[in-house]
């Protein structure tokens, strides 16, 4: 959802030595994140994107099991990585599709055909099963109504498991004799369901102790913690009582489980100016050490659009972000929450505020715990003010625009595991480079580390005449996967640097700096800017105007 905020917090940076004056708008103190972060605060994975193979139209969902990644969505034809549409090495693959996630190559092993799009990706506990649930209703010609299993050591569709669900299967959890599923559905194998749904693993028939509601609208996503299902989507009722986007069952019987924390806003009762309804929901699940991870879409103007994290036990809220730009799927790993979505105003994590035109972050990372409270104005109707949120970490791959669904949007997907992450969706491009609807990153032991501060930033400085010397000012850039830039004066056609400057850099709060030059010999001088990233990577700006001394 595209919604505004103005404000901005900052503070002033640590001052740099030598001759230097002035310091960015952001944090002092080992507050960045990246591939190189300060201490206590996590790595993310590199920026540098991974050859992968592509897909004609879009991923909706992934799946990991082993090396394997599983993906599922609308599209007919997959190609190996650097190939255009129609290329050599192109072939068919109905909706679904399978890559190594450590190579990026194409499965040979895995060729299955969906006769309608797949919306979930699941993997049983044991790894022993990948289940798939959408809109479809044959698979390789077979019935299977809008969910099917496959086995993963030989790759081939389990026909035992074939329950009959009548309508859209959105969501998936899986124990390794149960399959819990939610959607749009009021009937499997012939009796009445509400939404939700268990069968059984070894053949889809019915777990008929197992039968709660959704009562008014879709579920998109469910998880398995014990005896506790957590689901979440766009209802606001559950077993007919009020649970607003989240709630928890039964794995037994279905009945209403405590869920204290509501990080879903209820639905405004009334319609906005253009008739439309306020509301948000949940789009993705994930648990990790006991805490569940949310991703929620908002509608309208302000309503809810972050992540959250929630005790699976008992719903107690951990930490929720406010920033404004849907979030479509989440995945943590260790102490990083990857998620993907549009974000564009994350003022609540005191980040990057709202530009004009608004500029979208497909994808970001964060920590895994609570780092600090939000001091940002609470969105629409929501239930928190002040509480706990993550660290955001300095990662910001480009992802492209996509086209294909006509939504506008870039990734919908993401999966992985601790050395690399991988994800999915409608982006043509990633960094700029050809590559369309899969990609993946990999951790700094792992990637080429080309990534570095980026060029189109870093502008000629400024030279003015003081008592004491040449004074030069600049500002600085940012990189796409690295916090602390190195800024080094150069003058004239040397190549030594005068001084050097490590200043905390960010796309949002630039870093103003300026060195004296007292040690030029009389005559005309131009300047430039060299910055480094602590990696090695390096760019060069313009020189300045020529100044006499």
Known sequence: MRQRRTSVRASLGAAAALSLVGAALVPAGPVAADTMPASGVPATVSADPLPTAQVNGVVWSMATVGNTVYATGNFTKARPAGV????????????????????????????????????????????????????????????????????????????????????????????????????????????????????????????DTWKPAANDDEVYALAVYGDRVIVGGRFQQLNGEKHVGIGAVSATNGGTLPWSSKPIPTKATEPDSAGKYGYSYVTDLRIQNGVVYGAADGERYHWYDGRFAAKASDGALVWLDNCYGATYGILPVG?????????????????????????????????????????????????????????????????GMGTFTQQYQAAWAVTGNSSYIAMGGEFPNVNGKAQAGLVRFTIKANAANKVGPEAGSLKAPTVTKTSTGLKVAWAGTWDMDNGWLHYEVLRDSSTTALTTVKQLSKFWAEPSMSFTDTKAAKGKHTYRIRVKDPLGNTVTGPASAAVTW
């Open 84 to 207: 255009k549409a129609g290329g050599a090495g192109e072939v068919a693959r109905g909706n679904i599709m399978a890559f190594d996630l450590t190579t990026g190559k194409l499965s040979t092993d895995f060729v299955h055909t969906l006769d309608g799009q797949g919306l979930r990706l699941m993997a049983s506990p044991d790894g022993k099963r990948v289940y798939v649930g959408g809109d479809f209703t044959k698979v390789d010609g077979k019935d299977h109504n809008h969910l099917a299993a496959f086995d993963t050591a030989t790759g081939k569709l389990v026909d035992a498991f074939a329950p009959n669900v009548k309508n859209r299967v959105r969501a998936i959890a899986a124990t390794d004799s149960t399959v819990y599923v939610g959607g749009n559905f009021f009937n499997v194998n012939g009796k009445s369901r509400t939404r939700l749904a268990a069968v059984k693993a070894s053949d889809g028939s019915n777990i």
């Open 335 to 399: 102490q990083t929450v990857y998620s993907v979505g549009h974000a564009h105003d994350c003022t609540s994590l005191g980040a990057f505020p709202e530009t004009t035109p608004e500029t979208y972050h497909r994808t970001i990372a964060e920590t895994f715990d609570a780092r600090s409270t939000d001091k940002a104005k609470p969105g629409t109707n929501s239930n928190y003010s002040g509480q706990p949120i993550p660290q955001l970490l300095d990662w910001f791959p480009k992802l």
